[in-house]
């Protein structure tokens, strides 16, 4: 069993199973193709090379859309306008921290220092809103549903495989923000 | 309730005398802009406010108490600022996974902070 992150001398520390490296790992990847932005024939590599995309559309997939929101709500002009000068760096925020988190799980130990909680923190909630949208939790009740899913040899089917998957990040993301909360305590 | 959130005393000082007579110009370089974070399922309430002291600098009691607004009203003003403050910031909140919109402070919808019921989004009470 995963052990809650913890906040000590060495800095966040935390510990997983192999396969509970190996699930999120996945998860992880998942994440990741979702928000590789696609090559394009054609484009202007400078443009792309300064974070421009002058051809972006809001996503399609409803994931997608939840880790991309529109930034104004009923202006789909000036959203679409902010996107394309925003969107393209904002995944790659996003990429980098999901690839940070999963370059730690290859590690034996999992110590978080310096920007490793941050990153961490980012990645498990972008895992969990992909699984939320997936799990359809579109208000708290929906979320209370999910969250009485907790006992792993109930697991029959992919809805509720996937509700188990989601309760533990969210226990995982939470303990890590506690450990996060304590580290930020103690250096006021 | 809502209202000490936003630093409005400044904001209304900067504007007011400004665009009043200015010919009818609509976009007047420091109209402000509000910051405003919705509610969702996902976010757990200890990030959101985790997300409010590390990104702005907040207390843990004005993070705390901007995300029991988010949580309990639906939505909340966490930051004003000019559009491209905003923007900046909107970018950064989308980065932490957090749903983010910019509106202008005044005109806009819930631009007086809301108390008078005038949130009509539709996404109306949750939580």
Redesign the interface.
Known sequence: MAKAFKYGLKGITGYLEPAERELLRSLIDDVISMLEPEERAGQDPLAALIGLDMDVAAPSDRAVLRLLPDVMKNDDDASLEFRQLTERSLRETKIGALRAAALDLDKDELVLTGDGPRHWSMALNDVRLVLAERLDIRDEEDAGHVHLMQDWSQAEDVESYLALVYNFATWLQESLVQAMLASMETRR | MTVSVAPRPDIQEGTRTGTEEATGSLTAPDIPWNLVIWND????M??V??VF??YFGYS?TKANKLMMEVHKKGRSIVASGSKEQV?RH??AM????L?????KASGG?GGKSGKSGGSG?GKGK??
Do not use: C, D, K, M
């Not at chain 2, 749903?99 to 509106?103: D, I, M, Y």
């Open positions: 399922p996902v976010n757990l200890s990030y406010s985790y002291q590390s843990g923007e909107a970018v989308h980065g932490f996974g749903w983010a919109t910019v509106e919808p989004q949750r939580g």
